[in-house]
């Protein structure tokens, strides 16, 4: 296995066959009516939330009310974590290397807990809804905020959003023989009324109703799959000797890895070094876990940090499940279809899977087709769904979040509340589509291995991210200098690096490796450690040499100044100018609310002028009439408004929205009760033990 994109000519892309070997090409009619039963409980649960939950408000739309209990923040956290690219990336990798893999998902059951206990007070007290909001908050001006949103951005094309559309796709095209477009296109027709509703309440719950889903459904192919393959000794002989029967010649292609079960690997010529894992994995995924929109904004959403606390164990926990409900499945599918999963020649692989660079990545799908009787074949459809439904839903509500809360409202200051809401949902449809273009790019990378070209990605743009965020929320010495060139710096040297791995793709097994030393000899994981101090230095010299923060720069915004009750003048004139354009903005809507039309705005103005002149009884039977008019059309509108989380407002409801939170409430909802304090740390306690035992025992 290679540690670096490998992309292949896009000619030599083709069409996946109509047809592969031993999959069965349709679903019968019990997995027909399991699909039915799962649409129909996931719509009710969400029309349930969506009427339940106010989301005419910031905080009621993209907040959910802050009002979520832990068990539904910590399955989304879960779910959102957790979609389509998880069941087949990981499967495939485990097909492909071993366990080695399984290190990512440990590794972020640690960084979960982090989020709770340290980074997400500081989020709190600042009362920030985005991440971008909060560097502004925490360093002035706008240029980071806006080079945040866009690289966020950036990043959920990159390794969210297509990824968790191909990998859908690719199963639903295993299992049901379509095209991978025209799956794909189906996918997101699935998940369009989610995206169009909106609203983080519906999000939520529906991931809370998904997570059970994927739970049941694993859970059950796990077991077909070890009492089909004998056990776990069964397992370790026979991955061993897992070797496709057509192979280039003189090579290792189609070769187990001999560390296939060990976690911790050689640190110079292995696929996973151990010191890489260590430090080059943890600071992507400080990131990931820590300072993401997506999963910070459930945290959020939590009614206290008590409650975060609580929904970050519970997704700790869960995390420990992928290992044996995900990874293992895939290793034990190389076992029992060798020739298709480890293929080793590209004219075969071309033939099985349409992909001349590797099969593994369909592992999970052919267990699933091949293994499960009528009805559960079904149920593992729909958690094939569920994955992917709950992570899109989860990353277009963020970035509908991000554009119109940090880049739109930049450029239009006195943007409407409707103006927003239409500019988001546009936005979103042009994320899908360069979503879909770079499908063929994942397609063709990492020999195959989708849960590879993930990461590999992510150390090349994240790391710089994650030392802003660290030393922005823990060393309040950092000023917006230090941590505008750091990231600039840090993007460039992530950004060449990327783009040198797809001029030079990594040879294939059975090709000499004539790439610059660079790709050769350095690993991912080692550059990852690598950029990291670059832009650590060079954060702290600039900040050094340049002026100091100004107070309100880092009062409540740190996690030493997190209690700190000091408000100052120009947070009390910010205040005053937010609470102005809320009005400016409600007034806007109002207006447009009530003119409907051009007929509409005559009968505004002949209320004006009423009496100057005219026929009495004519105006009386025009005014009828067109409120006649108005009352059609609102009903309409109306229905539309409550889809879209907008509801209007009565006549003469003049009241703004209400504030953002006072310094009082913010740092109030830090308090935690004694009870809850010492339920969620004792858990802390038992899950990092529990985990430092699991990660031992397989290093």
Known sequence: ????????????????????????????????????????????????????????????????????????????????????????????????????????????????????????????????????????????????????????????????????????????????????????????????LYTIAGGLAAVIYTDAVQTAIMLAGALTLMGFSFAEIGGWDALMEGYATAI????????????????????????????????????????????????????????????????????????????????????LPGMISRVLFTDEVACADPDVCREICGNPVGCSDTAYARLVMELLPSGLRGLMMAVMIAALMSSLTSVFNSSSTIFTMDLWKS????????????????????????????????????????????????????????????????????????????????????????????????PLCYESDDRPEVLKYVHYLYFSTLLSFITLAVVIVVSLATEKPKPEQVSRLTWFTRFDPVETKEEQQEQQEQQEQQVFTVESSRSFLVIDSPADEMKVKGGEEEGSEGDVGSQRRDSASSVSSVRSQSRLLSALCWLCGMERRTEGENTPPPLPPTTEDNISSLKEKPRLLLIVNTNLIICLTVGAFVIGYWA
Not at 164 to 190: C, E, H, K, P, T
Not at 282 to 309: E, G, T
Not at 449 to 464: A, E, G, K, R, V
Request: charged letters at 10%; aromatic letters at 14%; a positive charge.
């Open 411 to 506: 450029f239009r200051t006195r943007a409407s509340e409707w103006e927003l809401m239409i500019v988001g949902r546009l936005f979103v449809l042009v994320l899908v589509v360069v979503s879909v273009l770079w499908i063929p790019v994942v397609q063709a990378s990492q020999g195959g291995q989708l849960f590879i070209y993930i990461q590999s990605i992510s150390t090349y743009l994240q790391p710089p991210v994650s030392i802003v965020f660290i030393l922005g929320c823990f060393w309040k010495r950092t000023n917006e200098k230090g941590a505008f060139w750091g990231l600039s710096l840090g993007m460039l040297i992530g950004c060449i690096r990327m783009l040198l791995d797809f001029i030079y793709p990594a």
């Open 1 to 192: 296995m290679t540690s670096t994109t490998r992309m292949t000519s896009m000619t030599s892309m083709q069409p996946p066959p109509s047809s592969s070997p031993g999959v069965t090409p349709t679903l019968a009619a019990a997995d027909i009516v399991v699909l039915v039963i799962y649409f129909i409980i996931v719509l009710a649960v969400g029309f349930w939330s969506m009427w339940r939950t106010k989301r005419s408000t910031v905080d009621g739309y993209f907040l959910a009310g802050k009002s979520m209990t832990w068990w539904p923040v910590g399955a989304s956290l879960f779910a959102s974590n957790v979609g389509s690219g998880h069941f087949i990336g990981l499967a495939g990798s485990g097909a492909a290397a071993g366990i080695g893999a399984v290190a990512y998902e440990w590794n972020g059951m640690v960084m979960v807990l982090l989020l709770g206990w340290l980074f997400l007070p500081i989020y709190i007290a600042s009362g920030v809804t985005t991440m971008p909001e909060y560097l502004q908050r925490r360093f002035g001006g706008r240029r980071i905020q806006l080079f945040i949103a866009v690289l966020y951005l950036f990043i959920y094309i990159f390794t969210k959003i297509s990824v968790d559309m191909y990998a859908g796709a690719l199963f639903i095209q295993l299992a049901l023989q379509w095209n991978i477009y025209v799956a794909v296109v189906v996918l997101l027709s699935i998940t369009a």
């Open 244 to 327: 496709p029967s057509i192979r280039v010649p003189n090579s290792t292609c189609g070769l187990p890895r001999e560390d296939a079960f060990h976690l911790f690997r050689d640190p110079v010529n292995s696929d996973l070094p151990w010191p890489g894992i260590i430090v080059g994995m943890s600071i992507p995924s400080m990131w990931y876990w820590c300072s993401d929109q997506v999963i910070v904004q459930r945290s959020l959403a939590a009614k206290n940090l008590s409650h975060a606390k609580g929904g970050s164990l519970l997704a700790s926990y869960l995390k420990f499940l992928p290992f044996f409900i995900i990874l």
